[in-house]
């Protein structure tokens, strides 16, 4: 009840077009969703997070779409770039309470020019 | 503003040999978590410190162990290394009762 699980695992998409990953999570008590980018060598960066009293958050060109029934949340890169090529993990918390997040398996997304 | 700091950055390390790897907070932060994140899986969670205290441990055995100092520094220690305890270790900070961690650029420890 713990995970959250993460698709694709890799994923390949052109210069210009848009990134879908997507996350499903089974317990009902995460309230906090962030999305992390991790280039290699490198520690994970908060790239954008979410609430579930909100169905969507938009920050440049990355948007997160949160769907609370369905239990699950997805990262959309528009106008995907070359430097956006690294891995993307998605994550859960409770804000109050054990606060560690847990982290999907990642995806690694490939940006070709 | 100084992000998570690490150190050391790699370590090679023998079986049955014991490691501290070092983690400095975010300036005003005082949680401090830790995270495995060996080759090719995610991060896994081990442990959370805040004010000094440890708040929880995720499913590591108790060879995993670690300390919060009072300037809210922390410590990983590691002892009687296994050859699958390879794996960069990463340090996050929070402030208090904020969920966003901050990621420090890892410790990566090789065993053989």
């Known amino acids: 009840q713990q995970q959250v699980k993460q698709s694709p695992q890799s994923l390949i998409v052109q210069k210009g077009g848009i990134s879908i990953i997507n996350c499903a999570y089974e317990n009902t008590a995460f309230d906090y969703f962030p999305w992390y980018q991790q280039f290699p060598g490198k520690g994970p960066a908060l790239l954008i997070a979410?609430?579930?009293?909100?169905s969507e958050k938009k920050e440049g060109r990355f948007t997160i779409s949160f769907n609370k029934s369905a239990k699950q949340f997805s990262l959309h890169i528009m106008d995907s770039q070359p430097g956006d090529s690294a891995t993307y993990f998605c994550a859960a918390s409770i804000k109050m309470g054990a606060q560690k997040l847990v982290f999907g398996q990642g995806t690694r997304l490939t940006i070709n020019p | 503003e100084a992000g998570v700091t690490q150190s050391p950055t790699h370590l090679i390390k023998t079986r049955g040999q014991q490691v501290t790897l070092r983690c400095s907070p975010i300036?005003?932060?005082?949680?401090v978590y830790w995270y495995q994140q060996a080759l090719g899986l995610g991060l896994q969670f081990l442990l959370w410190?805040?004010?000094?205290?440890?708040?929880n441990r995720g499913n590591f055995p108790p060879r995993f162990s670690g300390r919060q100092f009072p300037n809210y520094s922390s410590e990983l220690n590691v002892n009687a290394l296994e050859l699958e305890d390879s794996a960069l270790y990463l340090c996050?900070?929070?402030?208090?009762?904020?969920?966003?961690?901050?990621f420090g650029p890892g410790t990566r420890l090789l065993v053989l």
């Open positions: 300036s005003g932060h005082t949680s």
């Open positions: 410190y805040d004010e000094g205290e440890e708040r």
């Open positions: 996050a900070s929070s402030g208090w009762i904020q969920e966003t961690q901050y």
């Open positions: 979410i609430r579930p009293d909100v």
